[in-house]
């Protein structure tokens, strides 16, 4: 058998090469046209192979909150993944929705529809995890049957994926009817309804699931990858975890918790490097700068928020801005400025004449683009998730941070692209107030009327370049990893549930 590299089925007409292609990195044994098993290897044997995370659980128990979380946590961090909801299927294919009769077990028309909607959804999976090159697929139904896991299962094992599932269990009876009213309510399903209708309804349709559910059990489902939730993050169950990506999901999803809060953000205040039109740097606080912490002192406490802890970095300008408050903070390196390696303390026009290459390649791709001897905006992400999973335990938090800090951590909260993230206005002087709501995130922006000095720059138009060898400073930019997937399964049929 010879090592070959596995594009598609037809790629393997030449036999005598090694190839490699630099965005996919699948290698797999060929003979006699076909990929060869070895005998030691299991269902699924590649190491980086897709994940697909199937929920589980009683309707408003905070699957969808959770597969949205997640899909949004592991798309910030660089893992590509798409949400699935099987809901959002069914309400597609059947525009108007009338009562909880179209879920009864005894409903055959509700039921084939149903079935018809999670095949749909699966063969979106295997789209999204194939052909598109995703990493990582969120598959968003009830599934508390054990035989519609076992489907769910084989359906993952044909096409070489990994499959992590997460329950959520509630039997709080206040936790589910806040989430039927703030969630459900708000749903196409009921647009037409009043609150006691839509309530009456939607408890009647959740007991058309309670007589089939049977929960993940450590000894019947010992065999599968698995974290059980219960009563929103009071205790938890984990299984059988085997990836790197599903230790990283367990960690994240013991972390974020439903409590209501509000985390504030904002700049330092203006600096004298500011004033300058410098980037980077280590400066104090100008005349204006001082003004705003001041007004943001005042601004804290005329709000009166309850238990607020605050974070800077450990650079001057944000302590400065922080001992105005006269409150404990904690300074954390994680938040401190990107990096601008040897363009540290210049202007944009000196960069622009100096390394007049590294200036246009920062415009081609300002979040991969990293300064010589310095950071990208994708490094700064990597630097700043323990942030992001403090700020998820955490209630009521006040970050002073700076420009780009600030457009990161506001990314993670407003589910911006990678595209979309170094071009965030985060204006000095300005408080963002975030607010986490059901499905995301509710922004105010309050400016304490200081004036500054305007640091954005937006988005230019730019002709595409690279860096030969010979270029003095050299772009360390990394594979961007897109699993193969043979096309195996093109079609799966749904046991009722």
């Known amino acids: 058998a010879l090592l070959r590299y596995s594009r598609t089925p037809q790629c393997c007409q030449s036999r005598r090469s090694l190839t490699q292609n630099p965005l996919k990195k699948i290698w797999m044994p060929y003979k006699n046209g076909h990929p060869e098993q070895h005998i030691s290897q299991r269902k699924v044997c590649m190491t980086n192979c897709p994940t697909l995370i199937v929920t589980v659980g009683l309707p408003a128990r905070g699957k969808t909150y959770i597969s949205k979380k997640l899909t949004r946590y592991l798309n910030w961090i660089g893992v590509p993944t798409k949400e699935f909801n099987v809901g959002q299927y069914r309400r597609d294919c059947v525009k108007i929705y009338k009562s909880f009769e179209f879920f009864r077990p005894d409903n055959e028309e509700g039921l084939k529809i149903r079935k018809q909607c999670a095949s749909a959804a699966l063969n979106d999976v295997q789209q999204y995890l194939g052909e598109e090159g995703g990493q990582v697929a969120v598959f968003d139904a009830t599934n508390t049957t054990r035989e519609r896991r076992e489907t769910i299962v084989r359906f993952a094992e044909q096409n070489g994926y990994k499959v992590f599932f997460v329950e959520s269990v509630c039997e709080d009876p206040d936790v589910i009817a806040e989430n039927i009213v703030q969630v459900k309510l708000g749903s196409p399903d009921y647009t037409d309804c009043n609150t006691d209708e839509a309530i009456e309804d939607f408890m009647k349709r959740i007991k058309c699931y309670e007589n089939s559910y049977q929960t993940l059990d450590e000894d019947l489902d010992r065999e599968l990858s698995f974290i059980k939730i219960i009563d929103v993050?009071?205790?938890?169950?984990?299984?059988?975890?085997?990836?790197?990506?599903?230790?990283?999901?367990?960690?994240?999803?013991?972390?974020?918790?439903?409590?209501?809060?509000?985390?504030?953000?904002?700049?330092?205040?203006?600096?004298?490097?500011?004033?300058?039109?410098?980037?980077?740097?280590?400066?104090?606080?100008?005349?204006?700068?001082?003004?705003?912490?001041?007004?943001?002192?005042?601004?804290?406490?005329?709000?009166?928020?309850?238990?607020?802890?605050?974070?800077?970095?450990?650079?001057?300008?944000?302590?400065?801005?922080?001992?105005?408050?006269?409150?404990?903070?904690?300074?954390?390196?994680?938040?401190?400025?990107?990096?601008?390696?040897?363009?540290?303390?210049?202007?944009?026009?000196?960069?622009?004449?100096?390394?007049?290459?590294?200036?246009?390649?920062?415009?081609?791709?300002?979040?991969?683009?990293?300064?010589?001897?310095?950071?990208?905006?994708?490094?700064?992400?990597?630097?700043?998730?323990?942030?992001?999973?403090?700020?998820?335990?955490?209630?009521?938090?006040?970050?002073?941070?700076?420009?780009?800090?600030?457009?990161?951590?506001?990314?993670?909260?407003?589910?911006?692209?990678?595209?979309?993230?170094?071009?965030?206005?985060?204006?000095?002087?300005?408080?963002?107030?975030?607010?986490?709501?059901?499905?995301?995130?509710?922004?105010?922006?309050?400016?304490?009327?200081?004036?500054?000095?305007?640091?954005?720059?937006?988005?230019?138009?730019?002709?595409?370049?690279?860096?030969?060898?010979?270029?003095?400073?050299?772009?360390?930019?990394?594979?961007?990893?897109?699993?193969?997937?043979?096309?195996?399964?093109?079609?799966?049929?749904?046991?009722?549930?």
């Open 233 to 497: 993050g009071r205790r938890y169950l984990v299984n059988r975890v085997l990836d790197h990506i599903q230790s990283r999901i367990v960690y994240y999803l013991m972390n974020i918790h439903i409590t209501p809060r509000s985390i504030y953000l904002c700049r330092h205040g203006e600096s004298d490097l500011n004033v300058k039109g410098r980037i980077g740097g280590d400066s104090g606080l100008s005349l204006r700068g001082k003004e705003f912490a001041r007004y943001l002192a005042k601004f804290i406490q005329d709000q009166n928020i309850k238990d607020l802890k605050v974070w800077t970095s450990q650079m001057k300008r944000t302590i400065q801005t922080a001992e105005a408050l006269s409150v404990p903070y904690e300074q954390w390196k994680a938040l401190n400025e990107i990096d601008a390696g040897v363009c540290e303390e210049m202007m944009y026009e000196e960069i622009q004449e100096n390394y007049p290459l590294e200036f246009a390649l920062r415009d081609q791709d300002k979040y991969r683009y990293r300064y010589p001897k310095g950071e990208s905006y994708e490094d700064l992400v990597q630097r700043l998730e323990p942030v992001i999973m403090e700020l998820e335990r955490q209630e009521n938090v006040l970050v002073i941070c700076h420009q780009a800090v600030m457009r990161c951590l506001l990314a993670y909260f407003l589910d911006k692209s990678a595209d979309e993230l170094p071009y965030l206005k985060c204006p000095l002087h300005t408080v963002l107030k975030l607010t986490p709501v059901a499905y995301g995130c509710k922004v105010e922006s309050i400016s304490l009327n200081v004036d500054a000095v305007n640091t954005h720059r937006d988005k230019p138009e730019v002709e595409l370049l690279s860096r030969r060898i010979s270029d003095r400073w050299l772009l360390n930019r990394g594979d961007i990893l897109k699993p193969v997937r043979l096309d195996l399964f093109p079609h799966f049929v749904f046991p009722a549930e």
